[in-house]
């Protein structure tokens, strides 16, 4: 079967437009991957082009963010995310998925199982789990909230991420930090470098709670799951991921050394636990 080259999709769901970057071939497996509260599509670019020789690989842009479609200013919560990731299937006419989302992509994947347990073959959960250790959860609300409106140039751009997003990215090079960063960010009209997100996410966004309490929503996953966890993480505590696997009908854990949260998915040890995992 012949590989499709890398494609960007648009899709009308749930109300907005939502883009995706599609990789690999149609009629393989396919696999949805779902990036946290201030990231975009790109984030998944090199583990997704790995997986694409074996998998069908959509990367979403969750709404407001990337090249979707910016949504009502209350409309940026749980509830609103898992509904517009199953009008994006139903719009791309798929039958199953498996689902791998980093920290809130996480969140969204542990709301959408349980809801739609036919939709979904496994689940990764990458540096996320039912409860958030205050640490972390202080930290990216500091960056997420005070992040700087607009920067000069590039260089500034990659020194925030640099300094900012430091557990995720200060174990790779500087190269890799600075393709991290471009894709989430464009050019204005005024030379400014300015954010691909909608400002209303960083305000916070709605106080809408998700349907399924956290602990309930893991323990009614019943595909088989893979925890990953960044070794270094203040966001996944040791405790949370091994209770994880302990109350989870199929579930096992990876340690990712070196990390913080949340590993990209390029570190040796994560993806060889992708691949063996999704097969």
């Given at each position: ?21 599609a ?9 949805m ?25 959509y ?5 407001g ?10 409309g ?6 898992v ?42 959960l ?5 409860e ?11 960056y ?13 751009v ?32 005024d030379?400014?470098?300015v954010?691909?997100?909608?400002p ?18 893991v323990?009614?996953?019943?595909c ?40 990209v998915?390029?570190?040796?040890v ?8 999704l097969?």
């Amino acid at each position: 079967m012949a590989v499709v080259a890398t494609r960007d999709i648009f899709v009308r769901a749930n109300g907005l437009r939502h883009h995706l970057i599609a990789r690999g071939s149609p009629g393989s497996p396919v696999v949805m991957m779902v990036h946290g509260l201030a990231g975009q599509a790109h984030t998944f670019d090199a583990i997704a082009e790995r997986l694409s020789a074996s998998h069908h690989v959509y990367c979403l842009d969750v709404r407001g963010r990337g090249e979707s479609e910016w949504g009502p200013a209350d409309g940026y919560y749980m509830n609103n995310y898992v509904a517009d990731l199953e009008a994006v299937r139903e719009a791309l006419g798929l039958r199953a998925f498996s689902l791998v989302g980093t920290s809130m992509g996480g969140m969204v994947t542990m709301n959408y199982a349980p809801k739609y347990p036919e939709r979904v073959t496994k689940v990764v959960l990458n540096d996320i789990g039912p409860e958030i250790a205050p640490a972390g959860l202080a930290r990216i609300i500091e960056y997420v909230g005070h992040a700087p409106k607009m920067f000069e140039d590039m260089k500034a751009v990659v020194k925030y991420y640099r300094e900012n997003y430091a557990p995720m990215v200060e174990h790779l090079p500087e190269e890799q930090i600075a393709t991290f960063a471009k894709w989430n960010v464009r050019k204005s009209d005024d030379g400014m470098y300015v954010w691909k997100m909608d400002p209303a996410i960083r305000s916070g966004g709605s106080s809408a709670v998700p349907e399924l309490e956290p602990w309930d929503a893991v323990k009614q996953i019943q595909c088989p799951a893979l925890i990953l966890r960044g070794a270094n993480s203040d966001v996944l505590s040791p405790e949370t991921a091994q209770k994880m696997t302990e109350v989870m009908a199929d579930a096992r854990l990876v340690e990712v050394p070196g990390v913080g949260h949340a590993p990209v998915l390029v570190e040796p040890v994560a993806v060889e636990a992708l691949e063996a995992f999704l097969g």
